[in-house]
């Protein structure tokens, strides 16, 4: 069974720095990506980046480029999202998900597709 674990979502102040993490368990391939999505209310679903497993391959939304960093740490089954110079526009419920397969920019645009799900995070943005 495929677990991911978020954590580390809270108050941040415009401006600010914010790191999420995401702890998995259960992938049985080494053929797979994991990325955040994220949710407010009222509004759709988006991407935000992803990476591959193998490669370390990234991709990001327009919209954090240049401002958000994610990364992995194998050995400790752990993939992080670094939020910086953060804005009101970030505030969201963060969710960790994951999917077999290669990773490309469809995925992000597509996140709806995400075979697992974390329970999200929330991350609220104060001015």
């Known amino acids: 069974e495929v677990q991911l674990v978020e954590s580390g979502g809270g108050l941040v102040q415009t401006g600010g720095s914010l790191r999420l993490s995401c702890a998995w368990s259960g992938l049985a391939f080494e053929d797979y990506h994991i990325g955040w999505i994220r949710q407010v209310p009222g509004k759709e679903r988006e991407g935000v980046a992803s990476?591959?497993?193998?490669?370390?391959?990234?991709v990001y939304a327009d919209s954090v480029k240049g401002r958000f960093i994610i990364s992995r740490d194998s050995t400790a089954n752990t993939v992080y999202l670094q939020m910086n110079d953060v804005k009101p526009e970030d505030a969201a419920v963060y969710y960790c998900?994951?999917?077999?397969?290669?990773?490309?920019?469809?995925?992000?645009?597509?996140?709806?597709?995400?075979?697992?799900w974390g329970q999200g995070t929330r991350v609220t943005v104060s001015s």
């Open positions: 998900v994951a999917e077999y397969g290669p990773l490309s920019r469809w995925n992000l645009e597509n996140p709806a597709e995400y075979d697992y």
């Open positions: 990476i591959h497993s193998q490669k370390g391959d990234t």
